[in-house]
């Protein structure tokens, strides 16, 4: 599926269950900004990498639905600064390392759920307030250390659940930590340290409650001045 180089945005549901396309996608030769919404939604027999121009700025709700025989790498530009809910979903062949570029502020819910493919790395953008529930719920081959940027407020339910790949370092500051609480943002993710990020100079208390019961190392940087109550209860 090849597209002009004139292109720019492709409609909600433009190619919405085309299921007997069966080659591959070439966005790198288009100018596009905008992908619909469930624009590609259930071609599951298109394949190759999913290479995305620097044009691009916003990928819609469940855009590339169930496109499971997508068994390359995703990468985006540059400039993409939306990401919309359900939009990889069930791209389960695709693999590699996953980069959200600083540019994205917003990752929709369940955007890489079961994405199992993903064997590599992840890497969050620095502009991200919100992990959505259940954004890479199921990526369980993804692995290495994990840095929640310093911008993330707030982690929401399953974001990470059951991405047992991460066994190695989670970095994270203690207003995303106090997020946590009460949530499974982070079932069967067995890291082995616990790193504070260095933008945190205090914890308050119970902050940090999430992480109690586990086992793993904790590690506390230079400025931090002070370790409220109950921060690692139990």
Known sequence: L???????????????????FNGFYNFQSSAVKFIGDSAFYDLYQMN???IFPDTLLNVGDSAFYNNFSVDGRIIFGDQTSGIGAYSFYNVRNAYGSLVIPNSVSGVGSFAFFDCTGLDGNLTLGNQMLVIKESTFENCNNLFGD??????????????????????ADLTIT??????????????QSDFSRL????FVTNISDVEFDYFQNREFDVVFQENLSGIGDFSFDN
């Open 146 to 167: 994990l840095i929640i940027p310093d911008s993330v407020l707030d982690i929401e339910n399953n974001a990470f659940k059951n991405c047992f790949g991460f066994i």
């Open 2 to 20: 090849s597209l002009p180089a004139t292109l720019e945005y492709i409609g909600d549901r433009a190619f919405y269950n085309c299921t007997g």
């Open 195 to 198: 790193i504070i990020s260095d």
């Open 174 to 187: 203690d207003i995303a930590a106090n997020s946590l609480n009460g949530r499974n943002s982070f079932d």
């Open 48 to 50: 190759g990498d999913l």
